[in-house]
Protein backbone atom coordinates (compact mmCIF):
# COMPACT_ATOMS: atom_id res chain seq x y z
CA UNK A 1 0.00 0.00 0.00
CA UNK A 2 1.25 3.59 -0.78
CA UNK A 3 1.63 5.99 1.54
CA UNK A 4 0.79 9.46 1.20
CA UNK A 5 4.45 11.87 1.27
CA UNK A 6 2.62 13.97 3.57
CA UNK A 7 1.93 11.26 5.90
CA UNK A 8 5.23 10.24 5.73
CA UNK A 9 6.87 13.41 6.68
CA UNK A 10 4.09 13.59 9.19
CA UNK A 11 5.53 10.58 11.10
CA UNK A 12 9.14 10.92 10.70
CA UNK A 13 8.33 14.77 12.56
CA UNK A 14 6.67 12.91 15.26
CA UNK A 15 9.57 10.44 15.25
CA UNK A 16 11.65 12.98 15.51
CA UNK A 17 9.83 14.98 18.38
CA UNK A 18 10.05 11.72 20.33
CA UNK A 19 13.45 11.67 20.02
CA UNK A 20 14.27 14.82 21.17
CA UNK A 21 11.87 14.34 24.07
CA UNK A 22 13.67 11.30 25.06
CA UNK A 23 16.73 12.95 24.90
CA UNK A 24 16.15 16.07 26.92
CA UNK A 25 15.99 18.83 24.63
CA UNK A 26 17.18 22.14 24.82
CA UNK A 27 14.07 24.38 27.01
CA UNK A 28 12.74 21.24 28.39
CA UNK A 29 13.12 21.24 32.56
CA UNK A 30 14.82 18.97 34.39
CA UNK A 31 14.09 15.97 36.46
CA UNK A 32 16.82 16.30 39.23
CA UNK A 33 16.29 12.69 40.26
CA UNK A 34 17.23 11.84 36.85
CA UNK A 35 20.05 13.25 36.67
CA UNK A 36 21.30 12.09 40.15
CA UNK A 37 20.82 8.90 38.74
CA UNK A 38 22.87 9.58 36.33
CA UNK A 39 25.46 10.72 38.40
CA UNK A 40 25.97 14.17 38.57
CA UNK A 41 24.26 17.15 38.97
CA UNK A 42 23.64 21.22 38.05
CA UNK A 43 23.02 23.90 40.71
CA UNK A 44 22.54 27.20 40.14
CA UNK A 45 24.14 29.34 43.12
CA UNK A 46 25.05 32.85 43.73
CA UNK A 47 28.85 33.40 43.00
CA UNK A 48 29.16 36.65 44.25
CA UNK A 49 27.52 36.48 48.38
CA UNK A 50 30.61 36.22 50.68
CA UNK A 51 29.46 33.40 53.60
CA UNK A 52 26.32 32.04 51.09
CA UNK A 53 27.51 31.52 47.79
CA UNK A 54 30.78 32.74 46.33
CA UNK A 55 33.03 31.93 43.67
CA UNK A 56 36.96 31.80 44.66
CA UNK A 57 39.70 33.34 43.01
CA UNK A 58 41.16 29.76 42.40
CA UNK A 59 37.40 28.94 40.96
CA UNK A 60 36.23 27.12 44.00
CA UNK A 61 32.74 27.71 45.67
CA UNK A 62 32.35 28.55 49.29
CA UNK A 63 29.30 29.27 51.70
CA UNK A 64 26.10 28.30 53.28
CA UNK A 65 24.45 27.48 49.90
CA UNK A 66 26.83 25.89 48.69
CA UNK A 67 27.14 23.23 51.98
CA UNK A 68 23.87 22.51 51.48
CA UNK A 69 23.77 22.51 48.22
CA UNK A 70 26.37 19.58 48.79
CA UNK A 71 24.57 17.96 51.26
CA UNK A 72 21.36 17.23 49.46
CA UNK A 73 23.72 16.29 46.24
CA UNK A 74 25.05 13.82 48.66
CA UNK A 75 21.49 12.60 50.14
CA UNK A 76 20.41 11.94 46.63
CA UNK A 77 23.45 9.98 45.94
CA UNK A 78 25.53 12.39 43.50
CA UNK A 79 29.40 13.33 45.00
CA UNK A 80 30.46 16.94 45.41
CA UNK A 81 33.29 16.25 42.56
CA UNK A 82 29.76 15.64 40.38
CA UNK A 83 28.41 18.44 40.86
CA UNK A 84 28.46 21.93 38.45
CA UNK A 85 27.76 25.27 40.05
CA UNK A 86 26.06 27.46 37.24
CA UNK A 87 25.74 31.09 38.62
CA UNK A 88 22.23 31.79 38.67
CA UNK A 89 21.33 35.84 39.24
CA UNK A 90 18.19 37.07 40.68
CA UNK A 91 16.72 38.09 37.66
CA UNK A 92 17.59 34.72 36.22
CA UNK A 93 16.37 31.90 38.45
CA UNK A 94 12.97 30.85 37.69
CA UNK A 95 14.23 30.53 33.77
CA UNK A 96 17.21 28.53 34.80
CA UNK A 97 14.63 26.36 35.97
CA UNK A 98 12.35 26.17 33.38
CA UNK A 99 14.32 26.14 30.74
CA UNK A 100 16.07 23.06 31.74
CA UNK A 101 19.86 24.30 32.28
CA UNK A 102 19.95 23.72 36.59
CA UNK A 103 18.52 20.54 38.13
CA UNK A 104 18.17 22.77 41.20
CA UNK A 105 19.04 26.27 42.97
CA UNK A 106 20.37 27.09 45.85
CA UNK A 107 20.89 30.80 45.70
CA UNK A 108 19.39 32.59 48.70
CA UNK A 109 16.12 32.12 47.09
CA UNK A 110 13.19 33.35 48.79
CA UNK A 111 9.87 31.43 48.46
CA UNK A 112 6.86 33.42 47.38
CA UNK A 113 3.58 32.63 46.12
CA UNK A 114 4.59 34.80 42.79
CA UNK A 115 7.43 32.19 42.51
CA UNK A 116 5.26 29.33 42.86
CA UNK A 117 3.90 29.82 39.94
CA UNK A 118 6.62 29.25 37.86
CA UNK A 119 8.86 27.01 39.74
CA UNK A 120 8.46 24.62 43.14
CA UNK A 121 10.48 25.18 46.46
CA UNK A 122 11.81 22.28 49.11
CA UNK A 123 12.81 24.38 52.34
CA UNK A 124 12.81 26.29 54.01
CA UNK A 125 16.19 25.65 54.66
CA UNK A 126 17.00 29.12 56.03
CA UNK A 127 15.00 32.20 56.91
CA UNK A 128 16.21 35.59 57.11
CA UNK A 129 14.93 39.01 57.12
CA UNK A 130 15.53 41.86 55.18
CA UNK A 131 17.47 44.78 56.49
CA UNK A 132 19.95 47.59 55.55
CA UNK A 133 23.72 48.16 54.52
CA UNK A 134 25.57 51.76 54.63
CA UNK A 135 28.91 53.17 55.23
CA UNK A 136 30.46 53.06 59.02
CA UNK A 137 30.29 56.59 59.47
CA UNK A 138 26.85 57.18 58.18
CA UNK A 139 24.44 58.36 61.02
CA UNK A 140 21.28 59.13 58.95
CA UNK A 141 20.45 55.52 58.27
CA UNK A 142 18.74 53.88 60.76
CA UNK A 143 16.08 51.85 59.13
CA UNK A 144 13.72 51.82 56.18
CA UNK A 145 11.66 54.60 57.47
CA UNK A 146 14.95 56.54 57.27
CA UNK A 147 15.63 56.40 53.61
CA UNK A 148 13.02 59.10 52.64
CA UNK A 149 14.36 62.60 51.35
CA UNK A 150 15.18 61.16 48.03
CA UNK A 151 18.48 59.13 49.13
CA UNK A 152 19.08 56.42 46.85
CA UNK A 153 18.50 52.91 47.77
CA UNK A 154 20.29 49.60 45.55
CA UNK A 155 19.03 46.30 45.10
CA UNK A 156 18.81 43.62 42.30
CA UNK A 157 16.65 43.26 39.22
CA UNK A 158 14.37 40.31 39.83
CA UNK A 159 14.59 40.33 43.85
CA UNK A 160 11.46 42.24 45.92
CA UNK A 161 13.41 44.30 48.92
CA UNK A 162 13.94 47.48 47.15
CA UNK A 163 10.34 47.62 46.21
CA UNK A 164 9.63 46.11 49.67
CA UNK A 165 11.08 49.57 50.82
CA UNK A 166 9.19 52.09 48.37
CA UNK A 167 5.68 50.19 48.73
CA UNK A 168 5.99 50.20 52.63
CA UNK A 169 8.43 52.82 54.56
CA UNK A 170 9.68 54.97 52.37
CA UNK A 171 7.38 56.24 48.94
CA UNK A 172 10.03 59.00 47.67
CA UNK A 173 13.55 56.78 47.80
CA UNK A 174 15.35 56.52 44.72
CA UNK A 175 15.48 52.97 43.53
CA UNK A 176 18.65 51.92 41.76
CA UNK A 177 18.26 48.48 40.89
CA UNK A 178 21.79 46.20 39.53
CA UNK A 179 22.50 42.93 38.32
CA UNK A 180 24.47 41.44 41.09
CA UNK A 181 24.33 42.76 45.21
CA UNK A 182 28.40 43.18 44.65
CA UNK A 183 28.00 45.88 42.27
CA UNK A 184 25.31 47.71 44.80
CA UNK A 185 27.93 47.05 47.43
CA UNK A 186 30.75 48.83 45.04
CA UNK A 187 28.10 51.98 44.48
CA UNK A 188 27.99 52.19 48.13
CA UNK A 189 31.51 52.05 49.16
CA UNK A 190 32.06 54.87 46.22
CA UNK A 191 28.95 56.88 47.11
CA UNK A 192 27.01 56.55 44.11
CA UNK A 193 23.70 55.29 46.36
CA UNK A 194 23.51 55.68 50.42
CA UNK A 195 21.98 52.43 51.18
CA UNK A 196 21.78 48.20 49.72
CA UNK A 197 19.11 46.48 50.60
CA UNK A 198 18.57 42.89 50.32
CA UNK A 199 18.38 40.15 53.54
CA UNK A 200 20.62 40.84 56.92
CA UNK A 201 22.34 37.55 56.20
CA UNK A 202 23.50 38.27 52.73
CA UNK A 203 24.67 41.84 53.70
CA UNK A 204 26.28 40.44 57.11
CA UNK A 205 28.72 38.78 54.48
CA UNK A 206 29.44 41.91 53.10
CA UNK A 207 30.44 44.07 56.13
CA UNK A 208 32.21 41.49 56.92
CA UNK A 209 34.56 41.73 53.48
CA UNK A 210 34.64 45.46 53.93
CA UNK A 211 35.33 45.67 58.03
CA UNK A 212 35.46 48.86 59.42
CA UNK A 213 34.08 50.26 56.18
CA UNK A 214 30.37 49.12 56.03
CA UNK A 215 28.02 48.14 58.42
CA UNK A 216 23.95 46.71 58.88
CA UNK A 217 21.66 49.25 60.30
CA UNK A 218 18.41 48.42 62.05
CA UNK A 219 16.33 45.27 62.62
CA UNK A 220 15.16 43.02 60.32
CA UNK A 221 11.53 44.19 58.57
CA UNK A 222 10.61 40.88 56.50
CA UNK A 223 10.89 37.20 56.55
CA UNK A 224 12.58 35.88 53.87
CA UNK A 225 12.31 31.92 53.86
CA UNK A 226 15.24 30.38 51.54
CA UNK A 227 14.29 27.43 49.81
CA UNK A 228 15.69 25.03 46.76
CA UNK A 229 13.93 26.03 43.63
CA UNK A 230 12.73 23.03 41.19
CA UNK A 231 10.98 22.15 38.12
CA UNK A 232 7.51 22.85 38.52
CA UNK A 233 5.25 19.77 39.60
CA UNK A 234 8.40 17.54 40.52
CA UNK A 235 7.00 16.51 43.38
CA UNK A 236 9.33 13.54 44.06
CA UNK A 237 12.52 15.55 43.98
CA UNK A 238 10.78 18.48 46.80
CA UNK A 239 10.01 15.57 48.96
CA UNK A 240 13.70 13.95 48.77
CA UNK A 241 15.60 17.37 48.87
CA UNK A 242 13.10 18.43 51.88
CA UNK A 243 13.74 15.16 54.03
CA UNK A 244 17.98 15.66 53.03
CA UNK A 245 17.12 19.24 54.70
CA UNK A 246 15.67 17.82 57.68
CA UNK A 247 18.16 15.00 57.95
CA UNK A 248 20.95 17.69 57.41
CA UNK A 249 19.42 20.06 60.57
CA UNK A 250 19.09 16.73 63.09
CA UNK A 251 22.58 15.36 62.45
CA UNK A 252 24.07 18.72 62.99
CA UNK A 253 25.57 19.07 59.50
CA UNK A 254 22.96 22.44 59.12
CA UNK A 255 24.84 24.17 62.58
CA UNK A 256 28.48 22.82 61.59
CA UNK A 257 27.82 24.69 57.73
CA UNK A 258 26.33 27.65 58.98
CA UNK A 259 29.83 28.15 61.92
CA UNK A 260 31.80 27.45 58.82
CA UNK A 261 30.43 29.87 56.77
CA UNK A 262 28.40 32.89 57.96
CA UNK A 263 29.38 32.42 61.44
CA UNK A 264 32.65 34.68 60.64
CA UNK A 265 30.48 37.69 59.69
CA UNK A 266 29.09 37.80 63.24
CA UNK A 267 25.84 36.87 62.68
CA UNK A 268 23.72 35.20 65.06
CA UNK A 269 23.16 31.42 64.34
CA UNK A 270 19.37 31.57 64.12
CA UNK A 271 16.81 28.88 65.27
CA UNK A 272 16.64 25.96 61.94
CA UNK A 273 14.04 26.45 60.18
CA UNK A 274 10.68 23.95 59.56
CA UNK A 275 10.43 22.11 56.27
CA UNK A 276 7.29 23.28 54.59
CA UNK A 277 5.70 19.65 53.19
CA UNK A 278 2.90 22.32 51.01
Not at 89 to 113: C, H, K, M
Not at 118 to 134: E, K, N, T
Not at 172 to 190: G, H, I, K, M, P
Request: hydrophobic share 35%; charged share 25%.
Amino acid sequence: MKINRSIRMGIGVMAIAVVASACGGAGEQRSALQSASDGSLVVGIKYDQPGLGLRNPDGSFSGFDVEVAKYVADKLGVAPENITFKESPSAQRETLIENGEVDFVAATYSITDARKESVDFAGPYFVAGQSLLVKSDNADITGPESLNDGKKLCSVSGSTPAQTVKDKYAHDVQLQEFDTYSACVEALRNGAVDAVTTDDIILAGYAAQYPGELKVVGEPFTEERYGIGVAKGDAEARSQINDAIDEMIADGSWERAFNDTVGASGYQLPTPPTVDRY
